[in-house]
């Protein structure tokens, strides 16, 4: 099995920052791409920013220029920094790490994390 631990929600205020953690560990051959993904009450989960294992990334247009996503591969973790004075009361949302891959033995795999809960209000 493959588990994704998240961590760094919390309340910020508008116009702060925050970095979100997550950790992948597991019977992990190799992670292709990572992600974070968001649900907001009432609104179907949509991507957030997706890195590659060669650092390539892509970017929500909601979010281009104020969230930056990284990885590192020697951790199997993948971080999302919302940067100082971008963050938004529409940013509000359960935000959820997700990893695909290939397990020990070549099985595929596509893992969830359980949710860290960002909630941007003064």
């Known amino acids: 099995q493959v588990q994704l631990v998240e961590s760094g929600g919390g309340l910020v205020q508008p116009g702060g920052s925050l970095r979100l953690s997550c950790a992948a560990s597991g019977s992990i051959f190799s992670i292709n791409a990572m992600g974070w993904y968001r649900q907001a009450p009432g609104k179907e989960r949509e991507l957030v920013a997706a890195?590659?294992?060669?650092?390539?990334?892509?970017?929500a247009d909601s979010v281009k220029g104020r969230f930056t996503i990284s990885r590192d591969n020697a951790k199997n973790t993948v971080y999302l920094q919302m940067n100082m004075n971008s963050l938004k009361p529409e940013d509000t949302a359960v935000y959820y790490c997700?990893?695909?891959?290939?397990?020990?033995?070549?099985?595929?795999?596509?893992?969830w994390g359980q949710g860290t809960l960002v909630t941007v209000s003064s």
């Open positions: 890195i590659t294992s060669g650092g390539n990334t892509n970017y």
């Open positions: 997700n990893a695909q891959g290939l397990r020990v033995g070549f099985r595929p795999f596509d893992a």
